[in-house]
Structures are given as C-alpha cells and as structure tokens.
Antibody
Framework: EVQLVESGGGLVQPGGSLRLSCAASGFTFSSYSMTWVRQAPGKGLEWVANIKQDGSEKYYVDSVKGRFTISRDNAKSSLYLQMNSLRADDTAVYYC?????????WGQGTLVTVSS | QSALTQPASVSGSPGQSITISCTGTSSDVGGYNYVSWYQQHPGKAPKLMIYEVSNRPSGVPDRFSGSKSGNTASLTISGLQAEDEADYYCSSYTSSSLVVFGGGTKLTVL
C-alpha cells in the first residue's frame, strides 16, 4: 500500500524557516518524481514544486522561487521542502504527492502557519 | 503562471448531468493533453478523477468523463449523486514544465 506521511509543519514567525519532510513507502521511491502541493485555508490547490526521480531537475512556482528548496533522499525514501523567508501568504496545508501532473497518491497534509 | 479559470460553483439535482469548464491558454490546456481533474471533500486530500483529458483511473465511476476543445477542458458528471457534492479542481501541465491548477468549483447536489 502506497503511503505518504508528511511532518514538520507548525507555527513560525514571518521571515522564519521550516523544513517539511515526507516519508514514502509501498512503492519504489526512486522511480517517481515527487511534488509538493499546498492549500491555503478555505482556498484552492496550488502546485508548489516538483523534483525528478534522481533529483537532477527541480521546478518551482514563481511565488516560492528563491525561498523554497525541494530535495529528496532516495536511500531514505524521503522528500523534503526547505522553506525560508516565510510570509503570511505561505500559510497552508502542504501535501506531499507522487508524480507531477497525474497525482493518484497524496499525503494527509501538514499545516504550516506563518504568524507573529 | 496564472490559475486556470473555473466557475466558482455549479449545482444540479440527483440524476441530472452537470459540466464544469476549465479555461486556460495555448501554453497549458490548449497545448498539451495533460489535463487532470480532482475531487476534494472537506478536510480530505484530493482524489484523481480524470487524467490526460479523458482517462479514468480504476475505481472511478464511468459517470465521470472529461473532454477538451481548444483551450478549454470540461468535466461532465452524469447521473448526479449526493456523494458527488465536493470541490473539483482541474490542472494542466504547462510550457514552463510546471503544473497549474484551476481555482476550483464547488458542486452542490440539490
């Protein structure tokens, strides 16, 4: 059974940093690109970042470019999102997801709240 | 990377059919057959309902169908059921190698 379990969310002050993790199991992690999608409270989905299977290519939505870094450790079947210079509009549930555009598997999400 | 345009809400009675549109540009919806549709119930993760414009993953009822014409994709739900009440999002691959979602459509089953 495919499982994606996010962790690392919480309350952080504006300008602060947070690192999200996603532990994957039930499939060959190194064979799939991985994606972070977020959803602000009461708002729609926003595709945030994607990383290729071997980590050689990374893609970011403009609103996080230069502030967020996606990475992965295939040996640990884990996906990460390092978030720096956080702003109030980064407040959202962050989902870890398998694949880039045809996303069958999603994590349960982890809430990031940016507030003073 | 502008969000794809969806109607904010649609409604229908049980047994009826509804269609949700998703309008983009030639750099996303119109340029690629990589349009997906997701269903999201409150407090839950999204569920893939349609991929590559018109393909249904296993387990998705054939009441759900997708199509595309030009820069606009559409999701049709026939034989509407109470459990179909949810938010629906389209997404498309883009010329920037990114993916963009639509703003979402709230479906109300009357």
């Amino acid at each position: 059974e495919v499982q994606l379990v996010e962790s690392g969310g919480g309350l952080v002050q504006p300008g602060g940093s947070l690192r999200l993790s996603c532990a994957a199991s039930g499939f060959t992690f190194s064979s799939y690109s991985m994606t972070w999608v977020r959803q602000a409270p009461g708002k729609g989905l926003e595709w945030v970042a994607n990383i290729k299977q071997d980590g050689s290519e990374k893609y970011y939505v403009d609103s996080v470019k230069g502030r967020f870094t996606i990475s992965r450790d295939n040996a640990k079947s884990s996906l990460y999102l390092q978030m720096n210079s956080l702003r109030a509009d980064d407040t959202a549930v962050y989902y870890c997801a398998r694949d880039r555009s045809r996303i069958v598997y999603w994590g349960q999400g982890t809430l990031v709240t940016v507030s003073s | 990377q502008s969000a794809l345009t969806q109607p904010a809400s649609v409604s229908g009675s049980p047994g009826q059919s509804i269609t949700i549109s998703c309008t983009g540009t030639s750099s996303d919806v119109g340029g690629y057959n990589y349009v997906s549709w997701y269903q999201q119930h409150p407090g839950k993760a999204p569920k893939l309902m349609i991929y590559e414009v018109s393909n249904r993953p296993s387990g998705v009822p054939d009441r759900f169908s997708g199509s595309k014409s030009g820069n606009t994709a559409s999701l049709t739900i026939s034989g509407l059921q109470a459990e179909d009440e949810a938010d629906y999002y389209c997404s498309s691959y883009t010329s920037s190698s990114l993916v963009v979602f639509g703003g979402g459509t709230k479906l109300t089953v009357l």
